[in-house]
Structure formats: structure tokens, C-alpha cells
């Protein structure tokens, strides 16, 4: 497989080095192609330079659009350079290198999924969210489950594989405002397989959360509508082009 890693960094500049030299490290199976794209969204920091002098491809964004930007940016990069999948890898540095043979590892069945989600509530590292995300997380689970029928465990994971439907889909159309809980939806709504599996995660090596905060009952209320108005845009956009 050709795998496009793509980093979303924003004044990742405390993270992204570390993060980077792991990435050189990793071995994935005999005659796969492991690329990586850092999209700076904008950045005031070094995080460009960083990844320049570590000799990464750099897509440096005008100005800040905020993750749903950076990563569609870095996925219209996977689809239209025709790779065979692309993992969406945060530059904090949250999301272990090491763990890129255990999230492709669905690729290579019989039937692979077009979306595969790295869970960080069942996997190992020692790595345990806040309560209010927890809880947060919980009712994100209940609402996709209900609308879009979609079983997560950990709907705002970003550590994700993306196979060549998923890139398909979202070339033409990325959700901006909460971008992980409402991919999901949109995903269902077009008829694509999505997966979970366990992977570590880590503490933040570095930088602030794009989410710090949001956990809130007006979070929760926003990204409800959002989930349920971005089912139904893709569901009615489904009808139409079949």
C-alpha cells in the first residue's frame, strides 16, 4: 500500500520534532510506501521550519482554517495523488507512530472497511481522558448511535485510517465545525464501513487542545445539531446522486 500520513499542526512547534523522528522509524509491511504531509494551518510558531529541516513534505495553509480544513487539505492531497489510504495523525504528538500497523491492519482484509477509528478507551499506554470528556464522549456515542446508527467507542478519536472511498467522499465535502463526531454521520449517511480498533494513546507532548473546554452542555447541544444536520445534508445528497 501507498499510505499518506497526514498532520494537522497548529503551533505544534513543542511536539512536532519528536513526533516527526518517530514516524522515520516506523516499519510497516515489506512493499508498503509510507509518505507524510504536515499541514500548517496556519501556525505563528516554528512548526513549518520543524518540519521542513525534518524533511517532511509541508503544505502551509494561507491562514488558519481551523482542523477541518487542515485535514481535508491533507486528504485531497491523498486522493487526488492516488495513494492507497491516508492516516490522520495529530501533530501533539497524542497519537504513538508505533501504533500505524495496528490501525492499517484492517486494510488487509477480505472485505477492508473505508474508515477505520483508533480507540483510545480500550487500548494500553495509560493514557485516561478527564471525566467531563468521558461524559461528553458518552453522549457523542448515544447520539451517533441514534441518528446515524454508527457504534464508536471514541467518536472525537483523530487517529484514523481513511481507505479510497472515504477519500473519495471527503475530497468533495468535509465537516469544519466538529469535524470527527460529524465525519462519522456523513460517512453512514453515504454508505461507507466504518471500524474501530484499540490503539494507546498518550498525554499531549505539547501545545493546547483545539477542544479545551468545549465539554460544556451548550458543546454538547452544538454538536448534536451539528451531527444531525450533517446526516441529513449526506443522506439527501446520497438520494440525489443515486
Known sequence: MRVLVVVPAYNEQQALGGLLGELAAVKLDDGDALATVVVDDGSRDRTRE????RGVRVLRLSHNLGIGGAVQAGL???HRERFDCAVQLDGDGQHPPSELAR???PLREAEPPDLVVGSRYHGGGGFRSTVLRRLGSWWLCVVLRVIAR????D???GFRVYGPRALALFDDTYPYDFPEPESLAVARAAG???AEVRVAMRER????SSIAGLFGAYYMVKVTLAILLAYMRARGRTRREN
Open 50 to 53: 520543524i518540519a521542513a529541516e
Open 150 to 153: 454508527v457504534h464508536a467507542s
Open 155 to 157: 467518536p472525537t478519536s
Open 205 to 208: 507532548q505539547g501545545g493546547q
Open 192 to 194: 461507507l464501513r466504518i
Open 103 to 105: 490501525l492499517l491492519a
Open 76 to 78: 485531497r492531497i491523498a
